[in-house]
């Protein structure tokens, strides 16, 4: 079943501009990894801004398991149903990879056992050991911080990961490793995985491919 549905979604940033796109209808189902490609301004951002529910549409819906975003309470979806690794990762850099982690789990509301030992445990999965984790985002990598943004992102368990140029600052064996986490996050814990991607490599590797034309 499909948990993202875009039913004829449109979007114009202003009454008097054109629109970004229009008409679009799409499928997006869980277990599978897609990558939005098209080129610079095609909407590829604007789009997932929408998905994200930033923003809303301007004519057409998108439906979460049936229901569409619009009418749900957007600040309950954003917290608990998406979880968004931004092309920035949006980290604290003075804070460690735990306390960063452990800030979204604060701020989503949720109650867990043992914030501590579960917030490592995203980490774990994201092959960041306990050292790595207590270590300030500062002296960590770039592909390090990526994993701590996309682990700070799956920490209050979400069925949609939306990644906007996941791998555009990585090189090429740790944009490969990155892309084997979003596979697994797909593939075995049945997330569905959206990223926009500019790489032939990261669009390779998805099960689905959604070109953004401008008209
Ligand atoms: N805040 C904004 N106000 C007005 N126009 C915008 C804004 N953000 C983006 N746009 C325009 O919308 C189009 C799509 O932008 P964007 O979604 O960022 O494209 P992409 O991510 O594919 O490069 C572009 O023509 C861009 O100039
Ligand atoms: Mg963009």
Known sequence: MSVLTLDHLGYSYGERSS???QNICYQFEKGKVYSIVGRSGAGKTTL?????????????????????????????YRSQYVGVVF????????????????????LSGKKYENKNEYALRM?????????????????????EQQRVAI????????????????????????????MDIFQRLAHQDGK??????????????????YQLSSK
């Open 48 to 76: 997932l801004s929408l998905l994200s529910g930033l923003a809303k549409p301007t004519s057409g819906k998108i439906l979460f398991e049936g229901n569409d975003i619009a009418e749900m309470d957007k600040y309950r």
């Open 192 to 209: 569905c995985v959206i990223l926009v991607t500019h790489s032939p490599a990261v669009a390779k590797a998805s099960d689905e491919v």
């Open 151 to 178: 682990a700070r992102a799956l920490s209050y368990h979400p069925e949609i990961i939306l990644a906007d140029e996941p791998t555009g600052n990585l090189d090429g064996e740790t944009q490969d490793q990155i």
């Open 19 to 21: 629109s970004v796109f």
């Open 123 to 143: 980490l774990q999965s994201v092959e960041l050991d306990e050292a790595k984790a207590k270590r300030r985002i500062l002296k960590l990598s770039g592909g």
């Open 87 to 106: 092309q920035s990762f949006n980290l604290l850099p003075h804070l460690t990879a735990l306390e960063n982690v452990r800030l979204s789990m604060d």
